[in-house]
């Protein structure tokens, strides 16, 4: 395998994120290809992907743990790409009961043997078809969010992250915090040039104190309720001080220290029941730290994990 799977930017010395390739919908409409059923699905993550940290999040809250099976890759990300590994060879792993793959590239050859992007997470497979349905993270947590509601209790039921009236405001939100946060500490941190890192960097920040000033007067960043802007956006936030802040270079402001409204929203989704459990902060830093050598090429993972999301609000 060519080591191009390690150079995230390009000869321009910008970062371009890859279109995701799978885009199939698993719906409750019991005709549908795709149709959900319990133990039919089974998702692939990594805990340090902010991308499939959303998954991992929507799947817990929903309560879905029990219908969607979960396999995990190991921190490290090589040559080869995400690698599965046993608990015992890293703390958190889960392995592929499913498939028994080695590396989240096989799944991608069996869904597709002439497939030929990035093999990334996260991925939901149906084991009935045997195939990848979809690996685009926003549209994953939205499967999740409504497909299932047939098999779960009522209360997990009545949560809805994408509610219809307002579902564009939230759009709204996604468009702006995926391309200038979610994205924009991606484009920070793998920028090659200094051009192209500072094209970003201060957008990010822009972005950070607009929210930080909504915040001020609202619990949540649309209605006053907790939606999956706040899913997207959170998954990016509780990873800015251990990581973004010194390894992406976005050090202008951190969140600890200079956005109290931000921090004590991530207080209080992370005090969630379902929450806290999926976030590895160990599986988090030494990924970045251990994986990006371009970046970081001793490898030496920073001591703090950030601001402590468990202190009261």
Same mark, same amino acid.
């Given at each position: 395998?060519?080591?191009?799977?390690?150079?995230?930017?390009?000869?321009?010395?910008?970062? *371009?994120?890859?279109?995701?390739?799978?885009?199939?919908?698993?719906?409750?409409?019991?005709?549908?290809?795709?149709?959900?059923?319990?133990?039919?699905?089974?998702?692939?993550?990594s805990w340090a992907c902010p991308w499939a940290h959303r998954a991992a999040l929507v799947r817990s809250l929903k309560g879905l743990d029990s219908l969607i099976g979960l396999s995990v890759v190991d921190f490290l990300l090589?040559?080869?790409?995400?690698?599965?590994?046993?608990?015992?060879?890293?703390? @958190?792993?889960? +392995?592929?009961? %499913?498939?028994?793959?080695?590396?989240?590239?096989?799944?991608?050859?069996?869904?597709?043997?002439?497939?030929? @992007?990035?093999?990334?997470?996260?991925?939901?497979?149906?084991?009935?078809?045997?195939?990848?349905?979809?690996?685009?993270?926003?549209? /994953?947590?939205?499967?999740?969010?409504?497909?299932?509601?047939?098999?779960?209790?009522? !209360?997990?039921?009545?949560? !809805?992250?994408?509610?219809?009236?307002?579902?564009?405001?939230?759009?709204?939100?996604?468009?702006?915090?995926?391309?200038?946060?979610?994205?924009?500490?991606?484009?920070?941190?793998?920028?090659?040039?200094?051009?192209?890192?500072?094209?970003?960097?201060?957008?990010?920040?822009?972005?950070?104190?607009? /929210?930080?000033? $909504?915040?001020?007067?609202?619990?949540?960043?649309?209605?006053?309720?907790?939606?999956?802007?706040?899913?997207?956006?959170?998954?990016?936030?509780?990873?800015?001080?251990?990581?973004?802040?010194?390894?992406?270079?976005?050090?202008?402001?951190? /969140?600890?220290?200079?956005?109290?409204?931000?921090?004590?929203?991530?207080?209080? /989704?992370?005090?969630? +029941? @379902?929450?806290?459990?999926? %976030? $590895?902060?160990? *599986?988090?830093?030494? *990924?970045?730290?251990?994986?990006?050598?371009?970046?970081?090429?001793?490898?030496? %993972?920073?001591?703090?994990?950030? +601001? !402590?999301?468990?202190?009261?609000?």
């Open positions: 395998m060519s080591k191009n799977i390690l150079k995230w930017a390009s000869k321009d010395g910008e970062f *371009h994120r890859q279109t995701s390739s799978f885009r199939d919908f698993i719906s409750a409409d019991s005709n549908a290809i795709f149709a959900a059923e319990p133990d039919r699905y089974h998702l692939y993550i090589g040559e080869n790409g995400w690698k599965f590994s046993t608990d015992d060879e890293c703390p @958190g792993a889960i +392995p592929d009961t %499913v498939n028994n793959a080695k590396f989240i590239r096989e799944l991608y050859f069996k869904a597709n043997p002439d497939y030929e @992007g990035r093999f990334t997470v996260p991925v939901i497979w149906d084991k009935k078809l045997k195939t990848i349905v979809n690996n685009e993270s926003s549209e /994953i947590i939205r499967m999740l969010n409504t497909a299932f509601n047939e098999f779960i209790p009522d !209360d997990k039921k009545a949560l !809805d992250f994408y509610p219809e009236s307002l579902r564009s405001e939230i759009d709204d939100w996604n468009t702006a915090i995926y391309d200038n946060v979610n994205n924009g500490v991606y484009k920070s941190g793998f920028a090659s040039t200094q051009e192209a890192y500072e094209n970003h960097v201060f957008s990010v920040f822009t972005w950070l104190d607009k /929210i930080e000033k $909504h915040l001020a007067t609202t619990d949540y960043l649309v209605g006053n309720v907790f939606t999956e802007a706040d899913i997207r956006l959170w998954t990016t936030v509780i990873r800015f001080d251990p990581v973004y802040f010194g390894h992406f270079k976005c050090n202008i402001k951190g /969140i600890e220290k200079d956005y109290p409204n931000i921090l004590k929203w991530a207080r209080r /989704i992370y005090q969630k +029941p @379902g929450v806290s459990s999926t %976030v $590895h902060m160990d *599986h988090i830093k030494n *990924h970045y730290y251990k994986s990006h050598l371009q970046i970081n090429p001793t490898g030496v %993972v920073p001591i703090s994990n950030g +601001p !402590d999301l468990s202190a009261s609000i």
